[in-house]
Structure formats: C-alpha cells, structure tokens
Nanobody, 128 residues
Framework: QVQLVESGGGSVQAGGSLKLSCTFS????????FGWFRQAPGKEREFVAG????????NYADSVKDRFTISRDNAKKTVNLQMNSLKPEDTAVYYC?????????????????????WGQGTQVTVSS
C-alpha cells in the first residue's frame, strides 16, 4: 500500500524560505506523478506544483511560479518543494499527492480528485 509522509513545515517570516519533503513507500516510485497542494482554513485544496514521473516536466500555479521549485529523487523516493520568498498568503496546510500513471495532462494533475494517495499534511505559517 502506497504511503506518503510530509515533513519540513513550520513558521517563518515573510521573505523567508522553507523546504518540504514527501517520502514515498509501498509502491514503484517511478510510476507516479507527484503534486503538492495546499489548503487554507475555509478554502478548497488548491494545486501548487506538479512533477512528472521521470522529473522531466514540472508545472506551477501562477501564485508560486518563480518562488517555489518542485523536485524528485527517484533513488531516495522523495519529492521536495523548495519555497522561497514566502508570503503570508502562502500560509496553509501543504499536502503531497501521488497520481499513478503516465499521462501528463494539466487538467488532470492539477485536480485533487485525480490523486490516489495523500500524505497527512504539514503546516506552513508565514507571518508578516
């Protein structure tokens, strides 16, 4: 059974940086697209960043483009999200999701309901 565990959240001042990690177990890591999503209180879960099964393509929400970087290490079975120039509006619980398959279609991997497995989430708080 596939499991995901996020780590690296915390509190930071605006302009600071954090790195989130998602550790994968229980399946064949290279068969999955991974996405980072976030959910603020009272809001729906929203797409932040996605990375293809082989790492050759990535995609970002406009709100985080040029500030966040998603990467994956197939040997270590981890997916990372480097977050720089953080803003108070980045405050949310961040979730890592795994989507099995080899179809890189933006209308699919940006949707939370496309994902098979989720981690427990990690809180990111950015103060002004």
């Amino acid at each position: 059974q596939v499991q995901l565990v996020e780590s690296g959240g915390g509190s930071v001042q605006a302009g600071g940086s954090l790195k989130l990690s998602c550790t994968f177990s229980g399946g064949f890591f290279s068969n999955y697209i991974f996405g980072w999503f976030r959910q603020a209180p009272g809001k729906e879960r929203e797409f932040v960043a996605g990375i293809r099964w082989d790492g050759r393509n990535t995609n970002y929400a406009d709100s985080v483009k040029d500030r966040f970087t998603i990467s994956r290490d197939n040997a270590k079975k981890t997916v990372n999200l480097q977050m720089n120039s953080l803003k108070p509006e980045d405050t949310a619980v961040y979730y890592c999701g795994a989507l099995s398959g080899f179809t890189w279609v933006r209308t699919v991997y940006t949707r939370p309901d496309s994902y098979n497995t989720w981690g427990q989430g990690t809180q990111v708080t950015v103060s002004s």
